[in-house]
Nanobody, 133 residues
């Protein structure tokens, strides 16, 4: 059974850090492009950061550049999102996704399109991140 399980969310003060984890089971992450997405109340899901199968190419949405880092540990079949200098606008439910056939011509394309066309990926159920003082 294909499954992705996120963890690491919680309440953090502005300026703080969190590391999200996404453990995969039932399949091997090596063969998939991966991504982190978020959805705030009343807003559409957006691609936060994505990584190609090869790990060479990454994409970050402008609002998180320089603050967030995506990574994966294939030996642990796990994806991570290190989030530093958190802001209240980062408050959202964060989802990880594994994309077997990345759409588009770039990691950015994949990230944007996967956020809209959910059927393109396997999804976790999400973890809530709240940034507040």
């Amino acid at each position: 059974q294909v499954q992705l399980v996120e963890s690491g969310g919680g309440l953090v003060q502005p300026g703080g850090s969190l590391r999200l984890s996404c453990a995969a089971s039932g399949f091997t992450l090596d063969y998939y492009a991966i991504g982190w997405f978020r959805q705030a109340p009343g807003k559409e899901r957006e691609g936060v950061s994505c990584m190609s199968r090869s790990n060479i190419n990454t994409y970050y949405t402008d609002s998180v550049k320089g603050r967030f880092t995506i990574s994966r540990d294939n030996a642990k079949n796990t994806v991570y999102l290190q989030m530093n200098s958190l802001k209240p606008d980062d408050t959202a439910v964060y989802y990880c996704a594994a994309v077997p056939s990345p759409p588009g011509n770039s990691v950015q394309d994949m990230c944007v399109m996967t956020a809209t066309y959910y059927d393109m990926a396997y999804w976790g159920k999400g973890t809530l991140v709240t940034v507040s003082s």
